[in-house]
């Protein structure tokens, strides 16, 4: 058996293999996404006191910490029987564009634009943020200058740069005053202009999309305020392969919707509709589901997305597009929220008293899609039982099936070239996986891809 490693692989979120059956012709067989990391999470949080979850959880991970700190105050205040005043939620509002903001700019100019701007042909070396640096240091200026104004909001209104802290029961526990409201204006206004320049390099990349790399047909799932995008408000859109729209839920009821399950190769785990058929979430599915976006210029961009890849897309590096759009809804959404008194209100929390219910569950979507946080208390607000499903496991089998169509065009004689190695890379990267949400992580391994090669024989 030949085993082939390509270690370490660079720019995804976390660690995982992709292993290469190949037969005795040295053909792919079959190959899959593999994610080696350990769980832990959902088991941590039992026993603990449930104001402690949204302190606990942002620790999951270091990219998406304020989805699951937002999504966790979201179930407190359904287990606390609250709903926060405006000011507490346009400061939830804002510190989740934080997130977006910095989490959508990263992705796209540092993880995924690197592949279209020095080009997927060329070697590793040259193809990564050093090399954008070096073919355009003007945006890769911009892109650490907007990756700043994201920070600066999660450690304005958040209280801490990277795990928040201030969103609890009931609301937010910290005011922002009219100093730093200012000094995010400013930063957010100087952010949105580049998010608004660097649409041509998004519709250049647009042009150049290939729209059949690693396509796949599923259903989608996410959230939509009544056609309008949103990543709080609204319910849960499901819709078919073929566009039928399926229901939509909120809270608990998500179960009658989808179902998670394992596959006893990977530690992360797999979703889907209740009935068999895959979906996916994240930047694809969530414009797939609205009408619009609900500012300016990401209105703009959606026309002309839907102008290449039509009203109903399934094209896998549509992803990184999509992502763009919501990028600069981000910024146009941030500064429109800043422009408002509301965000500076002082009341940014209803205090909180005993358990109201047993049961909370908080739904959000987070930059890589759905992330649901649901948790069963004791009367004395101990958890009891705790399930959390993210935006990765959701995607899990589209990964896994787009990395076998792109290992079956670039395996050759039992080869791999480094350019179909970052192929199948990018098939992995256009839903921008975050591995350490989806294992709760612990412990850091590099993605390897290992090619294994006359597997009957082995066996026999
Ligand atoms: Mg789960
Ligand atoms: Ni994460």
Redesign the pocket.
């Known amino acids: 058996m030949t085993q082939i490693s390509i270690n370490p692989v660079t720019r995804i979120e976390g660690h995982a293999q992709v292993l290469i059956d190949l037969d005795s012709t040295g053909n792919v067989q079959k190959a899959h996404f593999k994610v080696v990391e350990l769980r832990g999470f959902?088991k941590f949080l039992v026993g603990a006191a449930v104001e402690e979850a949204p302190r606990i959880t942002p620790r999951i991970c270091g990219i998406c910490p304020t989805s699951h700190h937002v999504a966790s105050a979201m179930a407190l205040d359904q287990i606390y029987g609250v709903e926060p005043p405006p000011t507490g939620k346009a400061l939830r509002e804002l510190l989740m564009l934080g997130q977006y903001i910095h989490s959508h700019a990263l992705h796209f100019f540092m993880l995924a634009a690197p592949d279209y701007l020095i080009g997927h042909e060329a070697s590793r070396g040259e193809r990564n943020v050093l090399g954008l640096v070096k073919v355009n240091p003007d945006l890769a200026k911009k892109a650490i200058e907007v990756r700043k104004t994201g920070q600066r909001i999660t450690e304005a209104v958040g209280g801490k740069p990277i795990h928040p802290a201030t969103a609890v029961p009931g609301g937010m526990s910290h005011h922002l005053d009219d100093a730093h409201k200012s000094a995010l204006y400013d930063m957010v206004k100087g952010s949105l202009a580049i998010a608004r320049d660097g649409w041509a390099i998004a519709r250049e990349l647009m042009e150049k999309t290939d729209i059949t790399f690693a396509t796949i047909t599923t259903g989608f799932m996410g959230l939509s305020n009544q056609g309008t995008f949103s990543f709080q408000d609204g319910s849960v859109q499901v819709i078919g392969a073929d566009r039928t729209a399926i229901g939509s839920f909120r809270g608990t009821e998500y179960l009658n919707y989808i179902e998670?399950y394992s596959e006893a190769w990977s530690y992360l785990?797999f979703c889907r509709r209740i009935g068999g058929e895959y979906y996916r979430v994240g930047p694809l599915a969530r414009l797939n589901l609205v009408n619009r976006m609900g500012t300016p210029s990401a209105d703009e961009a959606l026309k002309e997305y839907r102008a290449k890849f039509g009203e109903f897309v399934q094209s896998t590096l549509a992803y990184n597009i999509a992502r763009y759009i919501e990028f600069l809804w981000a910024c146009e959404r941030a500064l429109q929220l800043l422009g408002d008194p509301i965000v500076t209100g002082d009341k940014t929390r209803i205090a909180v008293d005993t358990v109201k219910n047993r049961r909370g569950v908080g739904i959000i979507e987070a930059p890589r899609g759905t992330l649901i946080h649901d948790y069963t208390v004791s009367e004395g607000g101990i958890i009891e039982k705790c399930?959390?499903?993210v935006a990765t496991c959701q995607n899990n089998y589209a990964i896994d099936r787009g990395v076998e169509q792109i290992a079956r065009g670039v395996v050759a004689n039992g080869t791999l070239t480094e350019s179909g190695t970052n192929r199948i890379e990018m098939a992995i990267r256009a839903y921008d996986p975050c591995l350490s949400c989806a294992t709760h992580a612990l412990g850091q391994m590099p993605l390897r891809i290992q090619i294994n090669q006359n597997l009957e024989e082995c066996r026999r």
Request: charged letters at 50%; glycine letters at 0%.
């Open positions: 959902e998670e785990k399930n959390l499903i």
